[in-house]
């Protein structure tokens, strides 16, 4: 590919940060990086001119398109009217909340954070310092963020899928100490067998399960609604806390996201990502009992930081729930990915390839295989090698995505104008080239 610019870019970025990016995933190889000069909508525009239909959106966070007039307006109002920080208290922080209630029957009370990994903290200490017991149970093949105790999985990579040895827990990378892993059990989505051992082997200091119930980092494979039940029966009844961490599928799946759509409500919740279309703005919150144990008093959780609530995040977050709430902006959205859905179904039959979709029209989890995955486990028996290659031949004709099967086509309100048909093309010839 002819890109000298970022190809420079990246020369000079190694001199002065660790593989020349400024967080690990973005280091997507020395002749694939990526340097973004702008977006706009649904597109991207890299240092050497190229343009992409981005599927991708920054990990998810755009919901309505870049630069969204509407929510860039509101904050520069903001920031130029009122100021950005003070270290107190606005009358915006009580709308916002507000706002998210009127949304999320789940939240009584909320507390805001300034990413997702901070809220999913949160949310943890909250539901530790409630309960006084230790134990937190996440599920295999989700993703909570990048603090110690939440970066320990399942090492599918080196797992046979067809033996009859469980995967062995690694952590995500070095420098992340043996004790953290100490107090985290990880259990397997829909598995009720798992569940029930889980709950009679450390039930007494199980301070909560944590889950995606439509795993963003892993394709949106989703819970069924009698094992998700089931899960908030038993914790329910073993006073453990029900966290659903709703920071890739809040706002997003639905305007009262994944606990909407299943009628099922968690004692603690977590926010983030379409929160702010894109301004860094998270939150935790849920059983006004639960969040009370938050507090400067005597006992109380731990909770703040200098960035809370700033205005920046917080104008951006009231603009971007207010078009969700009163517009039909998560229509669109829905009818767009159930027309992309449909565009590549029929692409993928036309080449013979056994395919299914997982998860809502809003986030699509694409897989290479006959049935859809009920875990993780599952989808590492599905084709995703042959995905990662249609996905390179896809970023090659200017459609941008992650090259791993794991993370969903995000679709955000600025895609109802694309060009469907351009899709069906390039859908078809990156498929053709990378059947090989
Ligand atoms: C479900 C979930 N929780 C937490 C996080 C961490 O969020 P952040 O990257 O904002 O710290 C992510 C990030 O992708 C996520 O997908």
Redesign the pocket.
């Known amino acids: 590919m002819n890109r000298p610019e970022q190809t420079r870019l990246l020369k000079e970025a190694h001199r002065h940060m660790p593989q020349g990016v400024a967080e690990n995933y973005r280091y997507w190889g020395e002749d694939r990086t990526l340097f973004i000069k702008s977006a706009k909508g649904c597109e991207l525009t890299d240092c050497d001119g190229k343009t992409y239909v981005d599927f991708r959106l920054g ?2 966070p755009i919901i309505l398109g870049y630069r969204d007039d509407r929510v860039d307006q509101a904050v520069i109002r903001q920031i130029t009217d009122i100021g950005t920080l003070s270290g107190f208290s606005t009358p915006l922080d009580i709308k916002v909340v507000q706002q998210v209630k009127a949304l999320c029957p789940n939240i009584q009370k909320m507390r805001f954070a300034n ?6 903290m949160g949310a943890v200490r909250t539901a530790r310092g409630f309960t006084k017991r230790k134990h937190i149970a996440i599920v295999e093949g ?5 603090y110690d105790e939440m970066m320990w999985k399942s090492d599918l990579e080196s797992w046979d899928p067809h033996g009859s040895i469980q995967p062995s827990i690694i952590p995500f990378g070095a420098g992340i100490p043996d004790k953290t892993r100490d107090l985290v059990t990880l259990i397997r989505l829909n598995d009720f067998e798992v569940l029930d051992n889980l709950f009679r082997m450390k039930g007494d200091d199980l301070a909560a399960v944590l889950l ?1 119930p439509i795993i ?2 892993a394709g949106s494979i989703s819970a069924t609604q009698e094992w998700l039940q089931h899960l908030r029966d038993v914790c329910s009844r073993n006073g453990a806390m029900l966290i659903i ?1 709703e ?2 599928t809040g706002f997003r799946v639905a305007a009262g996201g994944a606990q909407h759509l299943y009628g099922i409500h968690a004692d603690l919740t ?1 926010y ?2 379409a929160m702010g279309n894109g301004y860094p703005v ?1 939150a935790f919150g849920g059983r006004a009992d639960v969040m009370d144990s938050v507090g400067s008093f005597k006992g109380g959780v731990v909770h703040g930081g200098t960035y809370t609530a700033n205005l920046v995040a917080l104008s951006a977050a009231a603009a971007t729930l207010d078009i969700l709430a009163h517009t039909d902006a998560l229509k669109t959205i829905d009818a767009t990915g159930e027309k992309i859905s449909a565009i590549l179904g029929r692409v993928f039959t036309a080449a013979g390839i056994e395919h299914c979709f997982a998860g809502p029209p809003a986030m699509i989890g694409i897989h290479f295989s006959k049935t859809v995955p009920q875990n993780y486990r599952d989808w590492r028996v599905t084709d995703s090698e042959l995905y990662e290659r249609f996905a390179w031949k896809l970023i090659e004709y200017g459609l941008m995505l992650e090259p791993d099967s794991r993370e969903p086509w995000f679709i955000c309100e600025a895609h109802a104008s694309m060009d469907f048909g351009w899709l069906e093309d390039v859908a078809t010839r990156a498929l053709k080239e990378a059947k090989g």
């Open positions: 990990y998810g990413s997702g990994t901070e809220a999913v989700s993703f909570h963020g990048l995606e963003g980092n961490d920071v890739k977590t983030a990502k998270a």
